[in-house]
C-alpha cells in the first residue's frame, strides 16, 4: 500500500512536469516546423510510455484519476500528430478499463455502448469529469475521420456536455487552485477543446449537408455566433454563401462571402467562389477585378498555408479534413488563377492586360523559383496551348514580332515529333467501344501537330499584319500541309463535324482542327487576294468556307474576291448573307488562337454597302 | 588486351567500413571530397593538401551527401531526415596551424531542414532539394525550396510525387541506394549553375531531350530528374511543369545502380546524345536519339547490352564508363575511336550491335581491387584522366589512367612507359600483389575444404556400408561407477570411443551419445524422454581413442536397463565457417550422421556391492554408517509389526556343464565363477569397475544394493536335482531382496547375461536357446509391470495383486537351462 501511494504520487509529479513543460515550450513561438514536429513526437512518446507504466498494473479506482489524466494528455498529443487510429485505440481501451473497475461488462468492443456503459458507471463520482474529456477526445477523433453519424449518435451526451462544462469545469479549476501538486495536470483545458469541437463540428456537419442539398442555413447562422477564432467563423459564412449560392439567391450569397472575408481576410476561398458567381452572373469587370485579388493575395506567402493557431497544441485544421468541406474550400494554385484571369482579359477586350498577364504567367513558370508550379491538381493547360494563347494575345495587342517568337519555340520543340500522319477512327464506333486509352499516342501525335499547325497560323497572321503577303502566304501553306496530314478511317464520317459535343476531348480536338483548316484557307485566300492572285484567293476562300462554314471574314472577302472577278450578284448575294450574323465574340470554349481574331486586313462594312448600293439600280 | 598500366596512389585510410550507412566519395567545393565510409562519419578531405580537413558526426548513419550549386551548403541525409551544414564551417577560421589536426563537428538535430523516413538519395537542382524516400508502398520523390537566407531554417515542401512499389516482397532490398540524376536540354545553361555542370547533372542533346521528354518538357527548359530505382524502373519528372507526375522511361528489370549520359559525337559541344543506365547484374541500356517513326515521340532508340557484373558502382566520363565489381575495376569504351562511333555509322551497324551485345560492351581491366565507391573522373589537360576511389577496406585511393591515344601509339607505348616513375609502378605491383593474396586465401580455404570433405566421405562409407552385426571400426565402449558428489550418487558411464579406422577423424566431428531408459513411459508427442549429449572433438587418429564421461542415473532412479545409443556427426556449416545460428537450411539435412554401436546398462551393472556379511563391521565412513541406521530403522518402523522386512527371491538354475563349457572353466566350482562373471563380465558393451568379489565357501553370497536403495542379496550354490529321471548338477542363481522391482530387474539381467554367454557358446553344441528367449521375454514383461506399478503408485488399490501376481509367475518356474 506504501509501495502504490509513493508510486502514485511519483506518476503525478512525472505527468506534471511533462505536461507543464509541454505547456511551457508550447508557448513559445517556435519558427521552425521541423522542430515542432520533433518536439511533439517526444512529447507523445513520454506520455505514451508513462501511461504504459500505469496500464501495466490492474486498474485501480485510487489510481483511475492519473490514468484518466495521462491518457487524456497522451491522446492530445496523438491528435495533434493526427496519429488518430493510436488514440482512438488507448481511448477504447481505457474505458474497458475503466468498466473493469466498476465491474461492468459490455461484452462488445463498440465504443458507443462502451462510452455509455462507462459514463453510467461514474455518474456522480469524481471521474465524471475525466471521462466526459476523455469522450470529448473521441468526439474529436471521430470528427476528424468523418464519422459524423457516431457524432450525431452522441449528441445527447455532447449537449450533456456542453452543459456541464461550465459548471464542472469551474468547479475543477477551483479544486486544481486548491492542491495543485496532488492533481494530475492536463496539457489542454477541455473547455477550450469543446469550444472548437463544437464549431469544427458545425461546419463540418454543413459542408456535408451541402452537399447533401440540404438547406443548412440556420445551423450555420447560429454557430457563426459561437465564440471561435475568427478563422472558423468566417468559414461559417462562406458556407452559409454556398448554400445561398445553391439556392440561386446570388446577390445574398455574396453577402456572406464578403462577410467571410472581412471577419478573416485570408479567407481566400469566400474571394474564389465570389469570382465564380460574378462568371455565373455575367459580370465580367467584377469577375476580372476578383480574380487579380486573389492572384495577389495567393501570392503572399502567409495564405497558402492555413495558418490557424487559435489553439497551438491542437489546430482546428486536423478536424476539418471532410472530403466535402476540402473540395469547397480549394482554390486553385496562383498559376491556374493568373491563367483565368489572362483568359477573361484577353476575352473581354482588355487586351493589354491580358497580354502582361500571359506574360507574367509564362514568366512564373520558366523562372527557377518553383513555388506554386506543384499544386496537387492543375487546371493549366498544356504549355504549348499557353504559348498559343499568349501569342494570340500578342497578335490582337498589335505585338506581331513577340507572337513569331513565342511560335517559333513552340514550333521548334514540336516539329521534330510529328508523326508522318495521323489517322483517326470514327468518332462515334470509338464510343461504342470505349476505349480511350488505345488511341492515346495517336491522340499525343494529333495534339502535338495541332499544335504545330496553330503556331504556323499565328505566324501566318502575324505576316498579313505586317502586310508580307509572300510570307504570310507561306506560313498559311505550312499549317494546311500540316492539317491536311490527319486522316479519316472512316469515310462515311462527315467531315463537316459541328462542336455539339464538346465534353470530349477528341471533338474539341478535331472542332480545333476544322476551325484552323478554315482560318488558314481563309487567312492564305485573303493574302492572295491582297496579291492580286485572286483565282487562288477564290479557291481558298472557297474551300474555307467549306471547312469552316461559320467563318465571317471568309465569306466577306469571298464576296470581295467574286466582285474584283466581275462577279457582282453573285458577291451581293454573298454579302447579303453576312449581315445576318456578325463576327463572333471569342468564347472560352475553343482556343483563342483557333477563333476569329480580326486580326488581318478587314473590310469596312460601309464600303460594302455602298457597292451593294451601286449594284443595287443595275 | 590490357592498354598500359593505371597507377593507384594511396591518399587515406578510413578504417573498415560500415554496414549501416552508404559508402561514397563525392567532390565537394573546389578541391574537397567528402567520403561516408557507412558509418555517422562524413570526412571532409582536400585532395589538393591530401589532409583530411574536417570530420561531420551525423546523429545517424549517412545515406546521401550533396552540395548545393552556390557550393556554400552541403546536404547530409540520414535514415531520419536531412540535415544542412554550410560549408565555410569546415574550414578552419584560425589559419591552417600544422598540427591542428581536422575540425571536428558534432552535427545535431538543429541543422535537421527537412523531416523524411528513409531518404535513400539527394539531389539538388537550381534551388530545390530532392529526396527520394521509400514508404511502404511507394516510392516518393519530395521537393523541397532550400532556404537562402538562414541554413538552419527547414526547407519549404514544394511538391511530393510518389511511385507504387511493383511488390512490396520483392523490393525487400531496401539498403540499395536509389540513383537521382538531372538532366537538362543542353542549350540551355543554367544561370545560376557553375561552369562546368556538377555531379549528377547532364546536359542532353535538345533532340534526345524532346524525343525523351515531350515537347511541353523541352519548351519549359525544364530540368528533368532521373531515378533509377532498385526495382529496375527508371523514372523521370520534368520540374517545371505544372501537373507533371513520375512517370516510367524504361525498366531494366535488375538494381539500377548508375545512371549518366554521354557525348556521342563531336559536334554536340558538350551535349550528351546518350543516356545510359547500368544495372547492378552488369545489364546496361542505351538511349540514343534515331529518326523520327511514322508516330511522333518514337523516335528515340533503345540499346540493350551487358558487362560482366556484378556492378558495384559506376562512374564515367565522357565516353568511357569505369566501374568496379569488387574485384576488379573494369572500363568500357562506349565508341570505340577506331572503328568509328556507334552514333554516326547508321542503322546497320546498330542492327549489329544489338544482336550481339558481348561485343558491344567490352571491358578493360585496370587490376584495382575492391572498389566499392568511385568519384566522377577528372581529365587533365594532357588527357590523364584520374578516378578517386574508396575501397572495401576504406582506403582512398587516387587512380591514375595512362593518356589514351589512338591505335598508333601502341608502338609508342613502351616508350611512354619509361618516363613513369618507379613509385607508380610499385603501388601498382602493390595493387595486384593484394588482389593476388586475397584469391591465394580463397583457393587455399577452398582446398582444405574439399580434402576436409573427402576424409568425411570416406568415415562415411566406412560406417554406414557394414550391416549392424559387424564391429565398427570406429566405435564405443562403456564402462560404469557409482560415484558421489554433493551427497549425491549418481551412476557415471564411461564412454571411449575407438578409431580403428585407417582415416583420421578431423576436426568438426562431434560424438552424440543419446541415454534413452528403455522402460520408461512415452511421453504425450510419443517421443521416449531420451537425454542427448553431443562432446565435439578435436581429431581422433588412427588407433587413437577418446573418453567421455556422461551420467546415467541418479541413485534412487529405478528405470533400468539403460539404452546408449552412440553417433557421430558432422556438420557442413562447418565447411562454409558460418554459425549454426545463421544457417540458412536445418540442421538436419546440412551433417553428415553415422551410427555407431548401442550400450546397455542393466541392473547388475548398477548394483552396489557391499560386505555380504553384517553391515556395521564395515565402517568405511561415518556418513555411511549414519545412513545405515537410518534406513535400518525405516525399515523397522515401516514393517510396524513385522521384525523384518518382507523378501522376495527369483531363482535361474543353469546346468553346470554348460556353465563350464561356456565359461570354459576347469571342473570346480563353477558357480562362484558364475557370480563373477555375472559381475564382472562386460555385457552389453559396458564394463563394471569394481574391487573384487567376496565369496564364501561353497555357496558364494553376494550383498549389495539395488539403486532404489533396496538391499539385494545374490547367491549361487550348486544344486543337485533330477530332471526327466537323470541325475543332474545345477547352478542355482537365487536373487533375494526386499524390492520386486530390483529382483524382477536383476533376474531380467542374469537371464540376458547368459543369454549372450550361451549364444557365445552356442557353436560348439546344442544349446536350449528358444526357452532361454521365452523366458526373457516373460522376464521383460514383468520387469515392465513392476515399473509401471511402481509409477503409478501405491495409492492405487491394483497395484499388490499386480505385484504378487508377477511375484508368483518369478516364483513359479525357475528355469532350467541344461
Keep these: 500500500m506504501i509501495q502504490s501511494t509513493s508510486l502514485l504520487e511519483s506518476w503525478t509529479q512525472e505527468n506534471n512536469q511533462l505536461a507543464s513543460g509541454c505547456k511551457l515550450q508550447d508557448g513559445q513561438n517556435e519558427p521552425n516546423r521541423e522542430h515542432n514536429l520533433f518536439r511533439q513526437r517526444r512529447w507523445s512518446s513520454d506520455f505514451h510510455r508513462l501511461l504504459r507504466k500505469i496500464q501495466g498494473i490492474p486498474p485501480h479506482l485510487d489510481r483511475a484519476q492519473l490514468e484518466l489524466s495521462v491518457v487524456y494528455n497522451t491522446c492530445v498529443c496523438f491528435t495533434a500528430q493526427s496519429q488518430f487510429d493510436e488514440a482512438e485505440l488507448l481511448l477504447t481501451q481505457t474505458a474497458q478499463r475503466l468498466l473493469q473497475i466498476a465491474g461492468d461488462d459490455p461484452g462488445t468492443s463498440d465504443p458507443s455502448v462502451l462510452w455509455r456503459t462507462a459514463l453510467k458507471s461514474v455518474t456522480g463520482t469524481a471521474l465524471h469529469r475525466r471521462v466526459l474529456s476523455l469522450l470529448c477526445l473521441q468526439w474529436g477523433v471521430w470528427l476528424a475521420k468523418s464519422r459524423l453519424t457516431a457524432v450525431q449518435d452522441f449528441q445527447e451526451e455532447v449537449s450533456l456536455l456542453e452543459a456541464q462544462s461550465g459548471a464542472v469545469w469551474n468547479d475543477c479549476r477551483a479544486e486544481t487552485k486548491e492542491k495543485i501538486s496532488n492533481i494530475p495536470i492536463l496539457v489542454l483545458d477541455p473547455r477550450r477543446l469543446v469550444d472548437l469541437l463544437k464549431i469544427c463540428t458545425a461546419i463540418v456537419q454543413g459542408a456535408e449537408r451541402l452537399t447533401e442539398g440540404w438547406s443548412v442555413l440556420s445551423a450555420l447562422q447560429a454557430a457563426s455566433a459561437s465564440p471561435a477564432p475568427r478563422a472558423l467563423i468566417a468559414y461559417t459564412h462562406l458556407l452559409s454563401g454556398s448554400c445561398l449560392a445553391h439556392m440561386n439567391r446570388p446577390q445574398m450569397a455574396l453577402q456572406c462571402y464578403r462577410k467571410a472575408l472581412e471577419t478573416d481576410p485570408r479567407c481566400v476561398c469566400a474571394l474564389y467562389q465570389s469570382a465564380l458567381i460574378y462568371s455565373r452572373l455575367e459580370n465580367s469587370q467584377a469577375e476580372i477585378q476578383a480574380l487579380r485579388i486573389l492572384h495577389s493575395m495567393l501570392l503572399l506567402p502567409s495564405t497558402t498555408e492555413p495558418a490557424m493557431a487559435a489553439d497551438r497544441l491542437l489546430s482546428p485544421s486536423l478536424f476539418l479534413c471532410s472530403q466535402s468541406l476540402s473540395s469547397l474550400l480549394s482554390v486553385p494554385s496562383a498559376l491556374s488563377v493568373l491563367h483565368s484571369l489572362a483568359l477573361k482579359c484577353v476575352i473581354h477586350s482588355r487586351v493589354s492586360e491580358g497580354v502582361e498577364c500571359y506574360l507574367d504567367l509564362l514568366a512564373a513558370l520558366q523562372s527557377e523559383d518553383q513555388h506554386g508550379v506543384h499544386a496537387a491538381v492543375s487546371t493549366l493547360p498544356k504549355l504549348p496551348r499557353l504559348y498559343l494563347e499568349a501569342g494570340a494575345a500578342l497578335l490582337m495587342a498589335r505585338r506581331p514580332a513577340d507572337c513569331m517568337a513565342l511560335c517559333d519555340e513552340v514550333i521548334g520543340s514540336t516539329l521534330d515529333l510529328l508523326p508522318e500522319k495521323v489517322l483517326l477512327e470514327d468518332p462515334v464506333a470509338r464510343r461504342v467501344a470505349g476505349s480511350g486509352e488505345v488511341t492515346e499516342e495517336a491522340e499525343n501525335g494529333l495534339v502535338r501537330l495541332l499544335w504545330t499547325a496553330a503556331a504556323y497560323l499565328l505566324q501566318g497572321h502575324c505576316y498579313s499584319q505586317l502586310k508580307d503577303w509572300k510570307q504570310a502566304v507561306t506560313h498559311y501553306t505550312r499549317c494546311i500541309n500540316l492539317l491536311v496530314k490527319v486522316h479519316y478511317k472512316d469515310t462515311g464520317f462527315s467531315l463537316q463535324m459541328p462542336c455539339a459535343d464538346k465534353d470530349a476531348e477528341q471533338g474539341v480536338d478535331l472542332c480545333v482542327l476544322q476551325r484552323l483548316k478554315g482560318l488558314s484557307l481563309a487567312g492564305r485566300g485573303i493574302s492572295f487576294a491582297q496579291i492580286d492572285r485572286l483565282r487562288e484567293a477564290l479557291r481558298d476562300l472557297q474551300l474555307s468556307r467549306q471547312a469552316h462554314p461559320e467563318g465571317v471574314s471568309a465569306r466577306r472577302w469571298y464576296g470581295e474576291v467574286l466582285w474584283r472577278l466581275d462577279r457582282k450578284q453573285e458577291a451581293a448575294a454573298c454579302w447579303e448573307q453576312t449581315w445576318s450574323n456578325p463576327i463572333p465574340s471569342l468564347s472560352e470554349a475553343l482556343p483563342v488562337y483557333a477563333q476569329e481574331l480580326q486580326s488581318g486586313p478587314l473590310l469596312d462594312s460601309a464600303e460594302l454597302r455602298q457597292k451593294l448600293q451601286e449594284l443595287g439600280p443595275t | 588486351m590490357m592498354e598500359g598500366r593505371c597507377a593507384a596512389e594511396s591518399w587515406a585510410e578510413f578504417g573498415l567500413l560500415g554496414k549501416s550507412g552508404s559508402s561514397l566519395v563525392k567532390c565537394g567545393t573546389g578541391t574537397d571530397v567528402f567520403i561516408c565510409t557507412g558509418g555517422e562519419e562524413v570526412y571532409v578531405f582536400t585532395a589538393q593538401e591530401k589532409t583530411l580537413r574536417a570530420v561531420l558526426q551525423m546523429p545517424a548513419a549517412v545515406r546521401d551527401v550533396v552540395v548545393s550549386h552556390d557550393e556554400q551548403l552541403l546536404f547530409v541525409a540520414c535514415w531520419s531526415g536531412v540535415y544542412c551544414v554550410n560549408v565555410q564551417l569546415l574550414v578552419p577560421s584560425f589559419s591552417h596551424d600544422a598540427g591542428s589536426g581536422p575540425t571536428e563537428l558534432k552535427i545535431s538535430t538543429e541543422c535537421l531542414v527537412a523531416v523524411a523516413d528513409r531518404v535513400s538519395s539527394l539531389l539538388v537542382v537550381g534551388s530545390v532539394l530532392l529526396t527520394l524516400c521509400r514508404t511502404d508502398a511507394s516510392w516518393s520523390l519530395t521537393l523541397y525550396q532550400i532556404q537562402r537566407t538562414s541554413q538552419s531554417d527547414p526547407c519549404d515542401l514544394l511538391a511530393s510525387f510518389s511511385l507504387p512499389l511493383v511488390s512490396p516482397k520483392v523490393q525487400s532490398d531496401t539498403e540499395s541506394r536509389c540513383v537521382l540524376v538531372c538532366v537538362y536540354p543542353g542549350d540551355l545553361m543554367p544561370a545560376s549553375s557553375p561552369p562546368h555542370p556538377p555531379r549528377s547533372h547532364y546536359p542532353l542533346q535538345p533532340l534526345l531531350f524532346r524525343r525523351l521528354f515531350g515537347a511541353e518538357a523541352a519548351l519549359s527548359k525544364s530540368p528533368v530528374v532521373l531515378c533509377g530505382l532498385p526495382d529496375g524502373r527508371l523514372s523521370f519528372l520534368p520540374l517545371r511543369i505544372p501537373g507533371s507526375r513520375l512517370r516510367i522511361l524504361h525498366s531494366l528489370e535488375q538494381s539500377v545502380v548508375f545512371v549518366g549520359a554521354s557525348a556521342v559525337m563531336e559536334t ?441 536403495n533396496a538391499t539385494v542379496k545374490l547367491t549361487a550354490e550348486e544344486v543337485n536335482v533330477e530332471e526327466k529321471t537323470k541325475p543332474l548338477v545345477i547352478v542355482e542363481v537365487q536373487v533375494k531382496s526386499s524390492s520386486v522391482a530390483a529382483v524382477c530387474g536383476l533376474h531380467h539381467a542374469v537371464l540376458r547375461r547368459i543369454q549372450t554367454l550361451l549364444q557365445k557358446a552356442g557353436s560348439s553344441r546344442m544349446v536350449p536357446t528358444t526357452d532361454l528367449r521365452l523366458a526373457l521375454q516373460q522376464a521383460e514383461e514383468q520387469r515392465g509391470q513392476v515399473w509401471e506399478a511402481s509409477s503409478v503408485g501405491v495409492s492405487s488399490g491394483q497395484t499388490p495383486p499386480l505385484l504378487l501376481r508377477v511375484y508368483q509367475q518369478l516364483r513359479d518356474g525357475p528355469l532350467l537351462i541344461l
Design chain 2, 268 to 708: 554536340d559541344a558538350g551535349c550528351a546524345g546518350c543516356l545510359i543506365a547500368l544495372g547492378k547484374q552488369g545489364r546496361a541500356v542505351l538511349i540514343r536519339a534515331g529518326r523520327a517513326g511514322l508516330e511522333g515521340g518514337g523516335g528515340t532508340r533503345f540499346t540493350l547490352g551487358c558487362v560482366p557484373g556484378p556492378v558495384e558502382c559506376a562512374c564515367m566520363d565522357q565516353s568511357r564508363v569505369y566501374y568496379s565489381t569488387g574485384s576488379d575495376l573494369l572500363m568500357v569504351d562506349l565508341w570505340d575511336g577506331s572503328s568509328g562511333t556507334a552514333g554516326r555509322q547508321g542503322d546497320k551497324e546498330d542492327e549489329a550491335s544489338r544482336s550481339n551485345p558481348a561485343a558491344f560492351l567490352t571491358p578493360i581491366s585496370l587490376n584495382v581491387s575492391g572498389v566499392v565507391a568511385l568519384h566522377q573522373p577528372a581529365r587533365s589537360s594532357a588527357g590523364e584522366v584520374q578516378l578517386l576511389s574508396l575501397s572495401v577496406r576504406g582506403r582512398l585511393q587516387s587512380i591514375r589512367l595512362p593518356v589514351r591515344t589512338q591505335e598508333d601509339s601502341l608502338s609508342k607505348g613502351p616508350s611512354s612507359q619509361v618516363g613513369r616513375s618507379v613509385g607508380d609502378i610499385l603501388s601498382a605491383i602493390g595493387d595486384i600483389c593484394e588482389r593476388a593474396s586475397v584469391l591465394k586465401t580463397i583457393i587455399r580455404s577452398k582446398n582444405q575444404i574439399l580434402k576436409q570433405l573427402n576424409q568425411v566421405v570416406n568415415i562415411s562409407f566406412l560406417l554406414s556400408n557394414r550391416s549392424e552385426s559387424d564391429l565398427k571400426p570406429v566405435r564405443c565402449r562403456g564402462s560404469v561407477r557409482w560415484s558421489r558428489l554433493l551427497q549425491r550418487d549418481s551412476l557415471n558411464l564411461t564412454c571411449v570411443l575407438e578409431n580403428l579406422s585407417p582415416f583420421v577423424l578431423e576436426r568438426g566431428w562431434t560424438l552424440s551419445v543419446t541415454v534413452l531408459p528403455l522402460s520408461c513411459p512415452l511421453e504425450a508427442g510419443g517421443e521416449a524422454s531420451s537425454v542427448n549429449y553431443s562432446f565435439p572433438f578435436s581429431g581422433l587418429g588412427p588407433g587413437e581413442s577418446v573418453e567421455v564421461s556422461l551420467p546415467v542415473a541418479a541413485a534412487g532412479d529405478a528405470s533400468f536397463p539403460v539404452t546408449v545409443t552412440c553417433s557421430l556427426l558432422f556438420s557442413l556449416w562447418r565447411f562454409l565457417g558460418q554459425e549454426e545460428a545463421t544457417a540458412p537450411l536445418d540442421l538436419q539435412s546440412a551433417c553428415f550422421s553415422l551410427p555407431l554401436n548401442t550400450l546397455t546398462v542393466d541392473w547388475l551393472h548398477a548394483l552396489r556391492l557391499s560386505d555380504p556379511p553384517a553391515p556395521a563391521r564395515s565402517s568405511s565412513s561415518p556418513a555411511d554408517l549414519l545412513q545405515g541406521f537410518i534406513s535400518s530403522r525405516q525399515l523397522r518402523c515401516r514393517g510396524g509389526q513385522a521384525s523384518r522386512p518382507e523378501e522376495y527371491s527369483a531363482r535361474v538354475r543353469v546346468s553346470s556343464e554348460l556353465l563350464r563349457d561356456a565359461l570354459g572353466l576347469a571342473p570346480g566350482s563353477p558357480r562362484v565363477s558364475l557370480l563373477e562373471w555375472l559381475l564382472s563380465e562386460g555385457c552389453g558393451g559396458v564394463k563394471m569397475e569394481r574391487k573384487g568379489i567376496k565369496t564364501d565357501g561353497s555357496s558364494s553370497v553376494i550383498c549389495g544394493s539395488a539403486p532404489d
